[in-house]
T-cell receptor, first 113, second 115 residues
Framework: AQSVAQPEDQVNVAEGNPLTVKCTYS??????LFWYVQYPNRGLQFLLK??????LVKGSYGFEAEFNKSQTSFHLKKPSALVSDSALYFC???????????FGAGTRLFVKA | KAGVTQTPRYLIKTRGQQVTLSCSPI?????VSWYQQTPGQGLQFLFE???????NKGNFPGRFSGRQFSNSRSEMNVSTLELGDSALYLC??????????????FGEGSRLTVL
């Protein structure tokens, strides 16, 4: 069965500093991996995805994520955080060939000015 | 291109009642997935519909059901509401056809409060 773990409930970072939001996954086949962001009282917005190819993928708003097959991880990163990045971030996995997407519990990111 | 539309956005029910939520996917998208979001449990997968058939199902009791119409619009129903059903219910659409690379497009959700 698919599963996703986001080990941190909350991440705090100062504006201008790099940020990392962690994600590990478990899936039996080839993984399709995603990051989504949710702002208050809104639905989720797609940030980036890994399907195949380069392990470092770039997405919206300057975010990037690194796929590490041996560690079954897909950490979200940004070189320089903005206050406006403060939101709830979800990692998700879909087994390649399937259509059921499973989400992690979410990590709340606080960026302090 | 219009996004995913969910109605109603907010509703209040009492225990024992039933509720129906509606989702209109992005034009051309034929897959609709439903999720329940609560502070303690995060985002839980309810079910996915494609071509009017339920293709995937999460671990929810039979009180939670859904359907999809020929125009891809979907409804979910919760019967005999319990206090624990209070949540944000999110609908997401995807094309599920050639060229589909897997990302979901979410509506803004229907916030259900059960009193």
């Amino acid at each position: 069965a698919q599963s996703v773990a986001q080990p941190e409930d909350q991440v705090n970072v100062a504006e201008g500093n790099p940020l990392t939001v962690k994600c590990t996954y478990s899936v039996s086949g080839n993984p399709y991996l995603f990051w989504y962001v949710q702002y208050p009282n809104r639905g989720l917005q797609f940030l980036l995805k890994y399907i195949t190819g380069d392990n470092l993928v770039k997405g919206s708003y300057g975010f990037e994520a690194e796929f590490n097959k041996s560690q079954t991880s897909f950490h979200l990163k940004k070189p320089s955080a903005l206050v406006s990045d403060s939101a709830l971030y979800f990692c998700a996995v879909r087994e390649g060939g399937g259509f059921k997407t499973i989400f992690g519990a979410g990590t709340r990111l606080f960026v302090k000015a | 291109k219009a996004g995913v539309t969910q109605t109603p956005r907010y509703l209040i029910k009492t225990r024992g009642q039933q509720v129906t939520l509606s989702c209109s996917p992005i034009s051309g998208h034929r897959s609709v997935s439903w999720y329940q979001q609560t502070p303690g449990q995060g985002l839980q997968f309810l079910f996915e519909y494609f071509s009017e058939t339920q293709r995937n199902k999460g671990n929810f009791p039979g009180r939670f059901s859904g359907r999809q119409f020929s125009n891809s619009r979907s409804e979910m129903n919760v019967s005999t509401l319990e206090l624990g059903d209070s949540a944000l219910y999110l609908c997401a659409s995807s094309s599920r056809q050639g060229g589909d690379t897997g990302e979901l497009f979410f509506g803004e959700g229907s916030r259900l409060t059960v009193l």
